[in-house]
């Protein structure tokens, strides 16, 4: 007998592969995380992300306006904040012009239509590097909501579009709702950081944000275990009942499993975040030459969209988008 399937027939030239390709990422799937720092025309290498930087805010504008011109629809706020300004409680997280404010404000004077997504995690403003207030060695859940519920006011009337919430407090999303709601924001969006494992993927960002020599322990009481699959469906059950409009993995590649879960069993729009980790141990291969830098960045955004994901923080977001331009 003949041999009827060959499916390397429609594999065999680039018009048949083009024509059967079942996901593409492309620009406006893109969300570029960004770190500012205090100062002027301050662009500052961080060693273990090469090819990001720390801006201050006048540079900060500039890649922002520059994101806007290739097409990335938006951009996730990060700060290094001053030493001086960080505290037990993240105090300086309320503070109505803190570097997370002054750079919100100053992207939507200088590029409008750049959708800027906020975080409301204290990390940035502890002086112990967790994601919430720390008494008596416990990150305690609903005082910490209580601030996260102004800070996500006060960066609303900053201007930022979405909210995000990346610390993972127990009732934070309809907290933050109901407080944005009462303060006029019916309108501003939501993301629920659902999944946040307690992950070692994210030591590059904690360098990028100055939380590395800072952080006591570990976030294991509140980011989940990256042994569990289930509990992300419990949270994101709550973050959706909660009013979030948006949900996310995080880290990305390690958890395609339950982005796809999450995608599947909810149909929200739901985003992965490829994160520090994941762009540290891709650039470093790349620089020993051991894989091919725009082959492997593809391919990782592409797994993203084939396991559910509408949309990708990632810090490659710039190089792809001129790739996929010029391409
Ligand atoms: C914490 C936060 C983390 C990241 C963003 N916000 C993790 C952490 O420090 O525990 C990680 C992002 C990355 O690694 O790219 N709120």
């Keep these: 007998m003949t041999m009827l399937n060959r499916p390397r027939r429609m594999r065999e030239s680039s018009f048949s ?8 990422i492309s620009v406006s799937n893109l969300i570029y995380p960004m770190f500012v720092i205090e100062g002027t025309g301050v662009r500052q290498d961080i060693e273990s992300m090469p090819g990001i930087q720390r801006l201050s805010i006048d540079e900060l504008i500039k890649d922002a ?11 996730a706020i990060f700060a290094n904040v001053d030493i001086n300004k960080r505290n037990q409680t993240g105090s300086e997280v309320l503070s109505p012009d803190n570097i997370i404010v002054q750079a919100t404000k100053a992207i939507k004077d200088t590029a409008p239509d750049v959708g800027v997504i906020t975080d409301v995690a204290l990390d940035l403003f502890t002086d112990h590097g967790h994601d919430g207030i720390l008494r008596d060695g416990i990150i305690v859940n609903d005082e910490t909501v209580e ?44 993301l629920a950081y659902t999944a946040k494992y307690a992950s070692g993927y994210y030591g590059p960002y904690r360098e990028a944000v ?23 469906l419990y949270e994101a059950q709550l973050d959706i009942a909660e009013g979030s409009d948006m949900i996310m993995v995080k880290p990305g590649m390690p958890y395609l499993d339950i982005i796809y879960r999450l995608k599947t069993e909810f149909g929200m729009p739901t985003i992965a975040y490829q994160v520090s980790g994941e762009y540290s141990m891709i650039m470093a291969g790349v620089e020993k ?3 091919e830098e725009q082959r492997v960045i593809m391919e990782s955004l592409t797994c993203f969209k084939r396991a559910g ?14 790739w996929l331009n010029d391409g």
Excluded: W
């Design 147 to 190: 601030t996260l519920c102004k800070a996500a006011v006060l960066q609303a009337d900053a201007g930022a579009d979405i909210i995000s919430a990346s610390e993972m407090m127990d009732g934070r999303m309809g907290a933050i709702r109901d407080a944005l709601n009462d303060a006029g924001h019916t309108d501003i969006g939501t």
């Design 210 to 232: 100055g939380t590395d020599g800072l952080l006591k322990g570990d976030k294991r009481s509140y980011f989940m275990d990256p042994a569990n699959s289930d509990e992300a």
């Design 289 to 291: 030459g051991f894989v």
């Design 65 to 75: 306006s520059e994101c806007n011109q290739f097409g990335i629809p938006a951009i």
């Design 309 to 322: 994901a509408d949309a990708v923080l990632t810090y490659f977001a710039p190089r792809v988008a001129q």
């Design 17 to 24: 592969r083009t024509l059967m390709r079942e996901n593409n």
